[in-house]
């Protein structure tokens, strides 16, 4: 054991070993050693007598939680024309608004509000789309090192279908600039690392997505990208890509959909039976995403369904179709509009519960990164310290309680000390 690189952590402690199934500890210890987990002890092993402890006796620590899908540029006119379903909402204020991010000083004073409000944020991993702008990218990426939390950033790829100022020239033209970012960044970071990001189906020619397929056998890369939010966007992908199956198969035929690389595909509102087997085979991460589904009108995901299934399974803000950076927002609404899917729809799926959304917060989401999301031994140390200090209660409640309340009821700020990886952030 080095003394110097342990860490330990006192404090009413809780996380998930699986979906069903939540942990806690009042009074307990987390013990860190070299940025990894060594368990969760109602009393400090013998072996770790005498090391500091850092003491929050009374507070609510948890892991960190990890926001799988969101839009680092959209990020500024979040709340904006939120009575719009997606495509409208897309051409009126989301491409007008990335395209601003051609302009580097533009980019900076954005993605630096931005980036100081994540780090804030009860969050410490997040999936990032940027936009095509390679600048603009690179600054983001350079911002989110400096912030220490630990991110997978995308430059955008769409060359069809959108305006002609946030166009790029052609497949070929899209592909070269993303060999020249990844080219660029190789090896600059430690913190953030790069994921390839074709926009959706509509914005990427057939010669753009061939090219990808190509950029992620030579650079084993993940992918993240959208799939079945909504009616419109699903009955345009069959209408451009007339020989799939379903909109998955879309990308599948490209050798785009999970498999050997690690796949996030946000929002899965509307699949069919045939698209859900396909995104279970291949493991596909679902990133669901409540909040963006109610304000865009796309619907509600089955979410019930996927975890029935046994399916990867995690949340994401969406920012800016959601508006709000907390994942514990984002866990309170998924369980809020399975209910009211249950209620409205009679299809037979069951609301989920308080431990399924803390799951996919967490571990569920936390996974794609690797054994992140938890305080089991051997994973990675990312841990909020949480104030409640806001939400004072007249009686004692059960840490477990306590954790269902702040799910409600916190803010995006809620955080009094984050660590990621062991490492203090604040």
Request: hydrophobic share 40%.
């Amino acid at each position: 054991m080095n003394q110097e690189n342990t860490r330990i952590l006192k404090g009413d402690i809780c996380y998930s070993i699986d979906k069903n199934t939540l942990i806690t500890v009042e009074d307990g210890y987390l013990v860190c050693e070299n940025g990894t987990s060594s368990g969760v002890f109602p009393r400090l092993p013998e072996m770790y007598a005498g090391l500091p402890v850092e003491d929050y006796s009374g507070k609510l620590i948890t892991p960190g939680l990890t926001d799988l899908h969101m839009h680092a540029p959209q990020y500024a006119f979040r709340g904006f024309k939120m009575d719009l379903e997606l495509l409208d909402w897309l051409n009126s204020s989301a491409f007008p608004e990335e395209a601003r991010y051609e302009d580097p000083d533009y980019a900076r004073d954005a993605y630096s509000i931005f980036v100081q409000d994540l780090k804030k944020s009860v969050n410490t991993r997040a999936c990032l789309f940027a936009t095509l702008h390679l600048p603009a990218t690179r600054i983001l990426m350079d911002l989110l090192e400096e912030s220490g939390m630990e991110t997978f950033v995308g430059k955008v790829n769409m060359d069809r279908n959108c305006p002609d100022y946030l166009r790029e020239t052609d497949g070929d033209a899209s592909a070269d600039a993303t060999i020249a970012w990844l080219e660029e960044t190789a090896g600059a970071y430690s913190h953030v690392r790069p994921i390839l990001t074709p926009r959706f189906i509509p914005a990427c020619s057939d010669r753009l997505m061939e090219r990808l397929a190509d950029i992620q056998r030579a650079w084993h890369l993940p992918l993240q990208s959208h799939l079945s939010e909504n009616p419109e966007e699903i009955a345009w992908v069959q209408e451009l890509a007339p020989q799939s199956r379903f909109y998955g198969d879309a990308y599948d035929r490209f050798g785009l959909f999970g498999g050997e690389v690690p796949t996030i595909m946000a929002h899965c509102v509307h699949c069919p039976p045939e698209e859900v087997e396909l995104m279970k085979e291949r493991g596909v991460y679902i990133a669901h995403c409540p909040q963006s589904n109610a304000n865009l009108t796309s619907g509600a995901a089955p979410v019930r369904r996927f975890l029935d299934q046994d399916m990867r399974v995690g949340l994401g803000s969406d920012i800016a179709g959601g508006t709000v950076l907390s994942i514990f927002r984002a866990m309170a609404e998924a369980i809020q509009t399975s209910k009211l899917r249950a209620r409205l729809t009679g299809d037979g799926l069951k609301p989920i519960t308080m431990e399924e959304a803390f799951f996919m917060g967490t571990k569920g989401g936390g996974s794609f990164f690797g054994k992140v999301g938890s305080f089991e031994e051997g994973y990675e140390a990312d841990a909020i310290v949480l104030d409640e200090s806001r939400i004072p209660h007249p009686q004692k409640l059960t840490v477990k309680e306590r954790l269902e309340r702040f799910l409600y009821l916190s803010g995006d700020d809620w955080v009094l000390h984050k660590y990621v990886k062991g490492r203090r952030l604040f």
